[in-house]
């Protein structure tokens, strides 16, 4: 107990006088570290004794002087910070003072190892799955991924955390590597947008990433378009396979390479009958009698399940339903749709042709078309109310 106090007390004096040990951890001066486990006090680079002798600090811990100061210390419990003299007590491990933060392995600046329990399948306070994955859960090893999960694991210590391969991937936070930035291009896991230092071009099928500085399509690759208006996020694929005569369904679209797949193409105007429904967002779809379907913009008063005739210019990558994108008639007219078959009357009030349906209903007809007076055809188009 008051060990573990004097331990981090020793600790927080102790930060401002590191020694790099390796390339990544830092340990304290050894030598002052040894002086105060000894119970003495530092002064001017020397270890100085209650009796006021002393020794210059490192010479006192290769025992050049001051031996008669020497003496045994406690040995370190479960979760103390090993030392110089301060050993792990009997039956305790080392472990690294490695903590896991924003999914990957942080060290403790500063601190020695810890003596632990480590294997005796019980995580303690000061355990975790950087420095006791056998008692705390497996860490994730190179080439894994982090999933977005509540609580979501971590990188193996000495692994960092790279991004998905690109901008638009969800579900993951990305991989755990030590090789971004070995120089090597690993097709699955790095791309230029999440480890532009080792795949400074992107390659086939590859997607350029809507962010400052996005990399380039590798030399003989163009720049498609995405695959719909709507998607954000990417300027689109490298690739040179777009004219290949094959729709890649990966990539290729009638929006962004319509010479590979040519698709519905419906251009121009519409004119016909279909049944109004329900589209995304807050859309009403046309569904026409022909099979194409459109956003349509005037709805006129109509509901969803109506028969209607509708007219009006197709818009193909229209954003009325924003953020869908769908072909849409825009400013299209409206009206109820007749069907049916009857009798063509040219003898109507005031010259107008007649079209007298077998339902019993009387229309005006526009255009009588190459029929004449008796013929039955069968009439598809806008019925609108006649008052004359
Ligand atoms: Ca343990
Ligand atoms: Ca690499
Ligand atoms: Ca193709």
Known sequence: MSRNKLNKLAFSILVGNLVLVGSAAAIPDP???????????????????????????????????????????????????????????????????????????HHLLGAFPLCSACGDENCDDWENSCNCPEDCGPCV??????????????CCAGLELIPPMYPDWYGIHGYCTANCGDGVCDPQLETAYNCPEDCPCVGEGGTIPVIADPPVCCAGLELIPPMYPDWYGIHGYCTANCGDGVCDPEMETDYNCPEDCPGGGTEGCFAGCGVLGRGPQICTMFHADSGESFAVENTGGFWIGDHVYVAGLIVEDSLMCWPASVPAIENNSISACFTGCGVVDWHGPQGCTLFRAGSGEVLTLDSGGDFTHGDRPYVTGPATEDEE
């Open 141 to 154: 090893e190179e080439g894994g991924t982090i999933p977005v999960v509540a609580d979501p694991p971590v």
């Open 31 to 105: 030598a002052y570290v040894f002086c105060l486990e000894m119970g003495y006090v530092v002064e001017d680079g020397c270890c100085v004794f209650p009796d006021g002798s002393s020794c210059e600090l490192w010479a006192f811990l290769r025992g050049e002087c001051g031996e008669e100061y020497v003496h045994p210390v406690p040995c370190a419990e479960a979760g103390e910070q090993r030392g110089v003299a301060v050993e792990c007590c009997e039956g305790l491990v080392e472990i690294s003072n490695a903590y896991p933060e924003d999914h990957v392995c």
